[in-house]
């Protein structure tokens, strides 16, 4: 008995021990992320939500489509930005593998654009970041206009404007986003169809183009209106509206002026409705001439119509005498259309008092009147760094490749110099028995041989109407670069380009005299060089074909002879002087544009077109007399020191890319970057391969 209560005793004591193994108030371990069901299988956590890399490039198109991972099942919400509209909202549901995508309609503009995704289960959340830049706005009513454009963009972003002719602008936006330029090259009156696309300061990448929007382009002057009343001769009483009317073009404006001899001034202005128009205004006592001009809807002036002289005067009093002179309204036929206010809304202006009417200051525009200033902020920065890897891919590709070619080419003649038997040749081609081909005139062109050196008489002897000749030709060719319609600013053009070329020409010949003063060498003399001419030409005309604006120029025609005894040192210092003050007077003129007003008056206007020209072919003779080739300036350099040709090379390059803006346009087009890297690989494989050829296999055979 006693041992049958033992038993029972150790068994309940068996029992009991292991839920009193564990010691008092031990905490359970807390697993909110898993359960255990009846059937001791815990379930496991749910997955995080997870988006995946968008990577750094820049997003310009939509929808977007943004994914990631998650709990099957779970729906995640994505949304971009402060998701204030539908369009920066989507929802997707996780599949089976764990995976969701759904796509974002639009994203607000900017750097670091925040993309979140949330789990509606669980309520955890990741997010990423995205730079965004959408296409531009273009703004389009329908209103014909002289090839103005205008819309919204990211502000500061730069817009390009690209017509189906191929006709171009370029514009920045302002702070608020607007924008507008005018289009310039081929775009003949009538429908055309344009798009648009913007690079923000934040990337150095172009959006996508813009949808498609239709103009109407109309630069055709209209007719000139026609005054039938009053009558000529026509008196009214002072204070005494008269009224004037006479017959249009439909849908333009006709503005009534006043004239005498102490000035215009505007009588009325009216809407031209069924091919006439009428309008009322009251002058004061005297005697008018009565004149009119017409204003279509794209804003293009007609010439004056016929004049009608009228008198205010007290009844019984004498009629005061008309205008004894009748002024000029006939107003350019083409005038600037002004892209930032929609076509049509502005009336005439009423010109001040002895001046024209509207339309007569239309000639102050042309292409060098337009600044292109410098821009250096941190925002500009892509820009620079596109223009220095512009100036290493020319040197690469075009510059150092053209060097070998030309010492492929004048090898081969030596050689065939030499087996012809023809020792007078081998004194004109071979290194150190050929003094001018050592470069003995640093900006000479074509230079002729030793024997015909040019000394410091033979200089003399040159007319002295070569100098002013030669120097209104190149200014010519210059000038030839661009378009100018007008006569009168055609000739403003060629006096302020003629200043430049002298200018340029001055700086360039007295930095040589100037060095060599400092060198104790002698003076050398200063020679006029046409056959400098040639590379004005080739320079300006195919600025002109290619549409370059700013173009390439180049101006130099005037030289220093120096002395054939002279050694490398000294003639490659004296070059390399005259590159650097020649470019460094185009950079001051350059940023000397970017302070004048925009031109206002014919005044302004030339005082632009003077720093333009400057700009341009200071900077644009000083890349192109640094190429080693021939009699350049630039052979002087590349055979004193590699070193230095090569860094003042960069320099020069880096600023002509910044300064060439189209330049900068077609690094940002994809056609006319495949092409011109095309041609450019092309061309440095065939001058290698002929200098290989010529140095190593030549030999051989």
């Given amino acids: 008995m006693i041992a049958a209560l033992l038993l029972v005793a150790t068994g309940v004591l068996g029992t009991a021990l292991p839920a009193a193994a564990a010691p008092d108030g031990a905490p359970t371990p807390d697993r909110p992320s898993a359960t255990v069901p009846s059937s001791g299988t815990p379930t496991p956590p749910p997955s995080p939500v997870a988006l995946d890399d968008p990577g750094d490039a820049l997003v310009t198109r939509f929808p977007l489509t943004v994914r990631g991972s998650g709990e099957p099942g779970d729906t995640i919400a994505v949304s971009a930005g402060g998701a204030g509209s539908a369009a920066n909202r989507c929802d997707a549901t996780v599949d089976g593998s764990g995976r969701f995508s759904c796509d974002l309609r ?18 955890q959340a990741d997010t990423t970041r995205v730079d965004v830049l959408s296409p531009p706005v273009l703004a389009s009513d329908g209103t014909p206009s002289g090839g103005g454009v205008r819309g919204t963009a990211y502000p500061g972003a730069r817009v390009t404007v690209t017509a189906d002719t191929g ?10 986003g607007a924008w507008g330029c005018v289009l310039t090259g081929s775009l003949p009156d009538g429908r055309h169809t344009v798009t648009a696309t913007q690079v923000a300061p934040f990337s150095g990448s172009r959006s996508a183009a813009s949808a498609p929007v239709t103009i109407v382009v109309d630069t055709s002057a209209p007719p000139a209106p026609t005054i039938t009343s009053p009558s000529p001769g026509a008196t009214v009483n002072p ?34 409705s069924g091919g006439a128009w009428s309008c009322s205004g ?10 009119a001009l017409q204003r279509d809807a794209a804003g293009n002036i007609s010439a004056g119509s016929n004049s009608v002289a009228v008198s205010v005067a007290r009844a019984g009093a004498p009629a005061a005498p008309p205008a004894t002179r009748k002024p000029k309204p006939t107003p350019t036929p083409t005038p600037t259309p002004t892209p930032s206010a929609p076509p049509g809304t502005t009336a005439p202006v009423p010109p001040a008092a002895g001046g024209q009417p ?4 239309s000639w102050i525009g042309t292409p060098f009147s337009t600044a292109s200033a410098p821009v250096v902020s941190a925002a500009a920065f892509p820009g620079w760094l596109r223009s220095v890897l512009l100036a290493l891919a020319a040197l690469v590709l075009l510059v150092l490749p053209a060097r070998l070619l030309a010492a492929t080419i004048a090898r081969s003649r030596a050689a065939r110099a030499v087996a012809d038997d023809v020792p007078r040749e081998r004194s004109s081609i071979f290194g150190r028995n050929r003094a001018r081909g050592e470069l003995g005139e640093a900006d000479a062109l074509l230079g002729r041989r030793a024997g015909d050196g040019t000394s410091a008489a033979g200089s003399a002897r040159q007319p002295v109407w070569l100098a002013p000749l030669t120097g209104v030709l190149a200014a010519t060719l210059v000038t030839l670069s661009t378009s100018v319609k007008d006569p009168a600013a055609y000739i403003r053009l060629l006096i302020a380009v003629v200043i430049a070329i002298v200018v340029v020409n001055a700086v360039w010949v007295l930095s040589a005299r100037g060095l060599a003063r400092q060198l104790r060498l002698a003076v050398p003399p200063v020679a006029v060089r046409p056959g400098m001419l040639v590379i004005v030409a080739v320079a300006a005309i195919g600025s002109r074909l290619f549409g370059l604006e700013p173009a390439l120029l180049f101006g130099l025609v005037l030289g220093v002879t120096i002395a054939p005894e002279l050694g490398r040192v000294s003639r490659g210092r004296i070059a390399a002087v005259q590159v650097s003050a020649t470019a460094a007077l185009g950079v001051l003129a350059w940023l000397l544009t970017g302070v004048l007003p925009p031109p206002s008056g014919a005044v302004s206007a030339f005082v632009v077109e003077c720093a333009n020209a400057l700009a341009m072919v200071g900077l644009g003779s000083s890349a192109i007399a640094l190429l080693p080739l021939g009699g350049l300036a630039g052979r002087a350099v590349f055979q004193w020191s590699r070193l230095m040709w090569t860094g003042l090379s960069l320099v020069v390059y880096t600023l002509l890319f910044a300064l060439l803006l189209p330049v900068a346009s077609l690094v940002q087009t994809g056609s006319g970057l495949v092409a011109a890297t095309v041609v450019a690989l092309a061309f440095a494989v065939l001058s290698v391969s002929a200098w290989l050829w010529e140095r190593y296999v030549e030999p051989a055979r």
């Fill in 282 to 291: 009251t002058l004061p006592e005297g005697g008018f001439l009565i004149t």
């Fill in 167 to 176: 006709a171009t602008c370029q514009f920045p936006a302002d702070s608020s």
């Fill in 106 to 123: 639009a994203l607000p503009d900017g750097p670091n654009v925040t993309i979140r995704a949330e789990s509606a289960a669980t309520g």
């Fill in 358 to 361: 509207p339309g007569a200051e």
């Fill in 239 to 272: 204070g005494e509206a008269m009224t004037f009317g006479g017959a249009g073009e439909d849908g333009g404006t006709v503005t009534v002026y006043a004239n005498t001899s102490a000035g215009t001034s505007v009588a009325c202005t009216s809407p031209v």
